[in-house]
């Protein structure tokens, strides 16, 4: 079945360490955007990419990474930068970014990042 | 910050009633679209409704939107246990080329 996959679904990590969560899609889809969502908020936008080998900061980069080396993978790294990175992530696709689409917003279940 | 805004935060209905939820955003937008999150998982999209349409019906999901106001409302009727979640607006601008998300509404019903 067509989906996006993200794992780990749970995550623990230590202060000071880099932390890889992985998304992979097999929707074809060209764009994909990262969201952090704290308890009982809304999703913020971390970064998207709405072609390979490109992408942009959403509205909360500072401390995150991201590479768009393949259509269907779309990785986040949160590093040791990012000063409060215990949240929910969730990776989205959608067929294009604007213009040519809905812009309907297809998620994976997300990921649950734990800073010890 | 969000564009979006819901209201309530919160609601708490009996099984058969209707639910209604709010959404106000800031600017210009393309479409506006209703999504569900059920408790720790990730969003399923349940509707859009375009920036020239005023109503739609989906099942039991009616939506309205007024630009003239920049606000949205999600009608759920007949509602369910299962309709328990946290239901969340998202403006599409084309020319950001993104979509910005409120901080949602919990809907509980009781059975």
């Known amino acids: 079945d067509g989906g996006i996959t993200q794992s780990p679904k749970y995550l623990f990590r230590k202060e000071g360490q880099n932390v890889t969560l992985s998304c992979e899609q097999n929707?074809?889809?060209?764009?994909m955007y990262w969201y952090r969502q704290d308890p009982g908020q809304g999703l913020r936008l971390i970064y998207y990419?709405?072609?390979?080998?490109?992408?942009q900061k959403g509205d909360i980069a500072e401390g995150y990474s991201v590479s768009r080396e393949k259509k269907e993978s779309f990785p986040l790294t949160v590093t040791s930068a990012q000063k409060n990175p215990t949240a929910f992530y969730l990776c989205?696709?959608?067929?294009?970014?604007?213009?040519?689409?809905?812009?309907?917003?297809?998620f994976g279940e997300g990921s649950r990042l734990t800073v010890l | 910050s969000q564009q979006g805004e819901e209201d309530p935060q919160a609601l708490s209905i009996q099984e058969g009633e209707n639910a209604t939820m709010n959404c106000s955003y800031k600017?210009?937008?393309?479409?506006l679209q209703w999504y569900r999150q059920n408790s720790g998982r990730g969003l399923v999209h349940l509707i859009l409704?375009?920036?020239?349409?005023r109503e739609k019906h989906s099942g039991r999901l009616r939506v309205t939107l007024d630009t003239s106001k920049k606000s949205s409302s999600l009608l759920i009727t007949a509602s369910r246990a299962a309709d328990t979640a946290s239901y969340f607006c998202?403006?599409?601008?084309?020319?950001?080329?993104?979509?910005?998300f409120g901080d949602g509404t919990t809907l509980t019903v009781k059975p």
């Open positions: 989205a696709s959608s067929i294009s970014p604007s213009g040519r689409n809905t812009g309907e917003l297809f």
């Open positions: 929707l074809n889809h060209d764009a």
């Open positions: 990419s709405q072609i390979v080998n490109d992408f």
């Open positions: 600017t210009s937008i393309n479409n």
């Open positions: 409704i375009r920036s020239n349409e």
């Open positions: 998202a403006t599409l601008n084309t020319n950001a080329g993104k979509s910005t």
